[in-house]
């Protein structure tokens, strides 16, 4: 069963600790992204890989890091600076710049 | 920095046509156009996407004008699980811009 997967669906961070949340994709795409979205609102770009071992910061890169040693996964670590952490984090893979398709998600809740 | 808008909500009834449009001024010339649907605690699911005129498939159509700078997302006939927030999106090769995402309510 090809997609992307995401884990944990949902993870509960306190203060001042580093999560690290992952995403993997058996769809052989190139290019990887994340993106944050907080209640009722858009998505927000964090980061993004076209290549392994290559990564680009988005809008919002602030207290969030990569990495992308494999082709099949990205994954992303929310660091105690960021100060705003409590959000819905989504993973998304594609060929190239082609079309995105998304994970499902992982809740992170700050407390 | 490519501006996209979209209407923030819209009401219709089952059975009826849905019509979405995502406006787009400064779209470059290598940007596509995407629209993803998306349920509450689920990631976007692809649509449709296009570069111009019209494209269709099983499930919308999406209708770009000549000067591509709105695109509008059509859904035939509208069933209640079509309640979801749609979104605009252009990508252009290395950059990615969505829109704030239109909530369709769609009732009985």
């Known amino acids: 069963d090809g997609g992307i997967t995401q884990s944990p669906k949902y993870l509960f961070r306190k203060e001042g600790q580093n999560v690290t949340l992952s995403c993997e994709q058996n769809l052989n795409h190139d290019a990887m992204y994340w993106y944050r979205q907080d209640p009722g609102q858009g998505l927000r770009l964090i980061y993004y890989?076209?290549?392994?071992?290559?990564?680009q910061k988005g809008d919002i890169a602030e207290g969030y890091s990569v990495s992308r040693e494999k082709k099949e996964s990205f994954p992303l670590t929310v660091t105690s600076a960021q100060k705003n952490p409590t959000a819905f984090y989504l993973c998304?893979?594609?060929?190239?710049?082609?079309?995105?398709?998304f994970g499902p998600g992982t809740r992170l809740t700050v407390l | 920095l490519a501006k996209i808008t979209q209407p923030i909500s819209m009401d219709s009834y089952e059975g009826q046509e849905v019509n979405i449009t995502c406006s787009h001024n400064?779209?470059?010339?290598?940007?596509?156009i995407t629209w993803y649907q998306q349920f509450p605690s689920q990631g976007p699911r692809f649509i449709i996407q296009?570069?111009?005129t019209k494209v269709t498939n099983e499930v919308a159509s999406l209708f770009i004008p000549a000067d591509r700078k709105s695109s509008t997302l059509s859904l035939p006939r509208v069933s209640l699980s079509d309640t979801a927030v749609y979104y605009c999106?252009?990508?252009?090769?290395?950059?990615?811009?969505f829109g704030s995402g239109t909530k369709l309510n769609v009732k009985p």
């Open positions: 890989s076209q290549i392994v071992n290559d990564f």
């Open positions: 400064n779209i470059a010339t290598n940007d596509y």
């Open positions: 998304a893979s594609s060929f190239s710049t082609d079309t995105q398709y």
């Open positions: 296009g570069y111009k």
């Open positions: 999106l252009l990508n252009n090769f290395n950059k990615f811009y």
